[in-house]
């Protein structure tokens, strides 16, 4: 499971505002060293840096917007601002504060402050909409909320989003010289350059070996993948049903979730719950999770509800092999990346592939207006924020070669 709890309360962790710290990492190259070496990523292309730099002479507050496929992705946008020839801040889930000091230390001084993503957390909406409202440096905030696996397909955006951004429009317009805030989605790609054989049939042995002690070397790649998530589907099926189920793939993976999720939701939520997966999730941890770091609920109470914080997450996690996303074009990197999250729920932690280049296409500006716009039951910022940042993917998912 994910580390979403912590046995100890919240507090929030500011930005570092000094330049010095990463103006080093970025004349050392820093970020460059530690991608290398825990993501195999060796080189980097931005592209329409231009757009960025426009925005920062003109002196708007920009909010920066990527997709989130990858636990690297914060680290990667660095290569956009050190090409911009500025500074970030960044809004980073508390867990991450909470994995060891060397870590809590270095992604602050590059310009990282927490969120606690179970609750509202002021101080870090507070935050941001400061660094956004006094156009301090761009502000890089991941409207998933947290990695998905699926580097050509966005998963709901949160809408608080739009909500930080234009509450800095309206204090920057009480302001004496007044200002813009703008938002640039960021589409990051990762394209592997190696021997995809090479790279993955050692973590698919392993995994076949578990399941059936028998690896399919006669098979293709996609057909020993797609047969191992079958079987993967299959041991939860048995698990949560008793049985394995029958019927196509999606169903399967349909029912599985509300399985997991419904008799959660009827009790904390009296049966009420989302149309998407992730939202359903996202609002069940934030019934169930901020009581825990307290010592108002006793040992048997906080062990249930760690329990149900794993069927969320596994649900979570079910919920990104639902769709066609790799049979509808199975590239090299689809067919990569499904593997790391087949390692990844098995493990705890996927292994790096070597060599890697990461595309970063940077969007047009988007201009924040003060008072919302809705199309139907949506936001028309998030919804913009969407379609961009969807059809610079859908390019960038084309230049991975389909496997042969």
């Known amino acids: 499971m994910q580390n979403i709890v912590l046995e100890k309360p919240y507090h929030f962790v500011p930005p570092h505002r000094g330049n010095w710290w990463p103006t080093v990492i970025q004349r050392c190259r820093l970020i460059d060293a530690w ?9 980097y292309e931005c592209r329409h ?28 946008m660095g290569f956009p601002a050190r090409d911009a020839g500025t500074h970030v801040f960044a809004m980073a ?7 060891s000091s060397f870590t809590s230390y270095a992604i602050r001084k590059m310009g ?15 935050t941001a909409t400061e660094i956004l409202t006094n156009a301090e440096r761009p502000l890089i905030l991941f409207p998933e909320g947290a990695t998905t696996r699926t580097n050509d397909q966005l998963q709901s955006l949160l809408d608080g989003v739009a909500f930080i951004a234009r509450t800095a429009v309206k204090k920057r317009a009480r302001m004496i010289d007044g200002g813009k805030v703008v938002v640039h989605p960021v589409a ?9 054989f090479e790279a993955i049939d050692p973590v698919l042995t392993n995994i076949e070996r578990r399941l059936t002690s028998d690896p399919a070397h006669e098979m293709s790649l996609l057909e020993r993948v797609l047969k191992i998530g079958k079987g993967l589907l299959t041991l939860k099926e048995i698990q949560h049903f008793g049985k394995s189920q029958s019927g ?24 009420q719950r989302e149309e998407d997966v992730i939202p359903r999730t996202r609002i069940l941890r934030s019934v169930i ?41 199975p590239s090299v990197d689809r067919l990569r990346e499904t593997v790391d999250r087949f390692e990844e729920d098995l493990t705890g932690k996927a292994s790096p592939h070597a060599p890697q280049k990461v595309i970063l296409e940077i969007g ?41």
């Open 248 to 271: 196509p793939l999606s169903s399967r993976c349909t029912a599985l979730i509300d399985r997991l999720l419904q008799p959660i939701e009827r009790e904390w939520l009296n049966g």
């Open 35 to 43: 991608l290398r070496t825990n993501h195999g990523v060796i080189r």
């Open 49 to 76: 840096v231009d757009r960025l730099r426009d925005s920062l002479n003109a002196g708007h507050g920009i909010l920066l917007t990527p997709n989130h496929s990858c636990v690297a992705d914060p680290i990667v």
């Open 364 to 404: 047009e500006a988007i201009e924040v207006t003060a008072h919302p716009e809705r199309s139907r039951d949506s936001d028309k910022l998030m919804d913009q924020i969407r379609k961009v940042l969807q059809s610079m993917m859908d390019r960038l998912a084309k230049e991975s070669p389909q496997i042969q």
């Open 289 to 329: 999770a901020p009581e825990m770091t307290h010592d108002g609920i006793t040992q048997s109470e906080w062990n249930r509800r760690r329990q149900q914080l794993e069927e969320i997450h596994l649900a979570q996690r079910v919920n990104g092999y639902c769709s066609d996303y790799l049979v509808s074009y």
């Open 93 to 99: 889930s508390w867990h991450l504060f909470n994995q």
């Open 188 to 196: 990051i790609k990762y394209c592997f350059e190696g021997d995809l």
């Open 112 to 126: 990282a402050f927490s969120v606690n993503r179970e609750g509202i957390d002021r101080k870090a909406i507070n």
